[in-house]
């Protein structure tokens, strides 16, 4: 067996993350406060056009977060696309809300917008309006931005946009993370960029910008003593980490052209391979950042090869792949809630697979992989 293993998605460093560092260490601001939180946070508004980003400690933190600026409390109804990361589904859980799920459709992978409206009009008939959507750009595909916004507004539910694998997507030119009521960003280890661990709120207010950071550092009233009178948080980010933010945005365009070409290398080695699609966006009003590349494979064409025969098989040669985001209807915490739509998301899980996308996959590894998928093959 190779001794390096080949990571699913692996961090990759531009060059000046360290300086902005030094700079946080030189200034002696070693804290939640600081020009690197400036900085990014400038850099993030910059590139997204006319929007206001706060940059907290997670993405979870940025759900949380967004949900209590959207107005859930304790006893409300949110509704979730199923199939997610679980971080997408539990601040709902945080606030003693209720999620309700719902399938994707075939195209996006994301929210179906029947599935939705059917959930929608559901609730309502039992006399509960839901208060927030939760709507995820799976892989950095949109969803169906327009199809999703109509049913929205039709109920007047605000979207809260998961765009946490998304950064460096767009959708006919407009950037991802700009689409809903509130957005977030997820700057963890294994996105397109990273800061170790962090996370980002974007809003289309200052106000409201300035009321998600005065959550995030504990609601401290205006008073010379420690006044409350809210309930606070401790979701800020580090300058530490905003400087490892503030070099990453250097890198952002060039890591979504490395990831593009991970996803070329793989449309060309399944090119011939019956029974293997690999994922590409509807059309050209779609713009992936390619975040991770993901195949579908169809057993009863590969002679009975399944994802999890693949999976096995590279793992055998140490290299990660994973199947998709299981379904959080089909999750052991989740199980029990609601959930509308047929059974798109499940086939998906149980078909797909996420294979080696990160932004410092070598050559060398590139063969590796071509190896072990040409032997299963038999090609
Ligand atoms: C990564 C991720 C999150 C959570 O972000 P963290 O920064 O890890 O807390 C939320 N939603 C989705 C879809 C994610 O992929």
């Given at each position: ?5 080949i ?14 560092i ?8 070693i ?110 595909t949109?969803?169906k ?19 946490a ?25 294994s ?6 661990g ?12 300035n009321?998600?950071i ?28 905003a ?93 029990n ?43």
């Amino acid at each position: 067996m190779q001794t390096n293993k080949i990571w699913l998605s692996t961090p990759r460093m531009g060059g000046n993350e360290q300086k902005y560092i030094q700079e946080a260490f030189d200034s002696n601001w070693i804290a939640p406060v600081g020009s690197n939180i400036d900085y990014f946070e400038q850099n993030l508004e910059k590139y997204l056009g006319s929007h206001h980003v706060a940059v907290l400690n997670s993405g979870t933190a940025a759900i949380h977060l967004g949900l209590i600026l959207l107005g859930v409390q304790a006893g409300d109804t949110v509704i979730c696309q199923s199939m997610t990361f679980s971080a997408s589904a539990n601040p709902i859980l945080y606030q003693g809300a209720t999620p309700i799920f719902i399938d994707s459709e075939p195209e996006t992978w994301n929210l179906c917008p029947i599935a939705l409206e059917e959930a929608i009009v559901d609730s309502m008939s039992k006399g509960v309006t839901p208060k927030v959507i939760i709507a995820v750009h799976l892989y950095g595909t949109p969803y169906k931005i327009e199809a999703i916004r109509a049913v929205a507004d039709t109920y007047s539910i605000p979207i809260l946009e998961d765009s946490a694998e998304a950064l460096g997507s767009s959708y006919k030119g407009q950037k991802c993370g700009t689409f809903g009521d509130i957005a977030v960003f997820s700057f963890n280890g294994s996105k397109i960029i990273t800061t170790s661990g962090g996370g980002a709120i974007i809003t289309n207010s200052a106000t409201l910008k300035n009321k998600a950071i005065f959550l995030a550092t504990q609601a401290k009233d205006d008073a010379p003593h420690y006044q409350h009178s809210e309930i606070g948080y401790n979701y800020r980010m580090s300058t530490i980490c905003a400087g490892i933010g503030r070099g990453q945005m250097e890198v952002l365009d060039h890591h979504v052209g490395l990831k593009k070409a991970i996803h070329d290398f793989y449309v060309e080695l399944f090119k011939d391979i019956k029974g293997v699609t690999v994922f590409e966006v509807p059309n050209a009003n779609y713009e992936t950042n390619y975040w991770l590349s993901t195949i579908l494979i169809d057993s009863t064409e590969t002679d009975g090869i399944t994802r999890e025969t693949l999976r096995v098989a590279l793992a055998e040669e140490n290299i990660e792949s994973r199947p998709l985001w299981k379904p959080m209807h089909l999750q052991p915490v989740f199980c029990n809630y609601p959930y509308y739509g047929s059974s798109i998301a499940a086939t998906l899980f149980d078909n797909g697979l996420c294979l080696p996308s990160g932004c410092s996959l070598t050559q060398a590894d590139c063969d590796r992989i071509r190896v072990v998928v040409l032997k299963l093959f038999k090609k």
